[in-house]
């Protein structure tokens, strides 16, 4: 049974950092695309960034762009999400995916079909 299970988030200031990790078990996604996800409260899910399977190639939203960098250890089976410099508008639900196929991002939910249960990240100003 596949299973991702995202880790990391909490209160924390603005201006502030956290690392986000997401560990997988069940299957090895060494070879497949992997991505973050938000989702607000009353707001609809969003795409945040994502990674190619070697970790060459990444893709961020406008407004994470410059703040967050995503990584990935094929080893561990674990993708991460550093968040730097955070804004109260970072706040949310972020969840980590596993793409459908290989190749170097997507940035659409029905790209992705495997999914975490999300933690929660809350920017306070």
């Known amino acids: 049974q596949v299973q991702l299970v995202e880790s990391g988030g909490r209160l924390v200031q603005a201006g502030g950092s956290l690392k986000l990790s997401c560990a997988a078990s069940g299957r090895t996604f060494g070879s497949l695309v992997m991505g973050w996800f938000r989702q607000a409260p009353g707001k609809e899910r969003e795409f945040v960034t994502a990674i190619s399977a070697s970790g060459r190639t990444t893709y961020y939203t406008d407004s994470v762009k410059g703040r967050f960098t995503i990584s990935r250890d094929n080893a561990k089976n674990t993708v991460y999400l550093q968040m730097n410099s955070l804004k109260p508008e970072d706040t949310a639900v972020y969840s980590c995916?596993?793409?459908?196929?290989?190749?170097?991002?997507?940035?659409?939910?029905?790209?992705?079909?495997?999914w975490g249960q999300g933690t929660q990240v809350t920017v306070s100003s």
């Open positions: 995916a596993v793409g459908r196929y290989s190749g170097s991002y997507y940035l659409y939910d029905y790209d992705y079909n495997y």
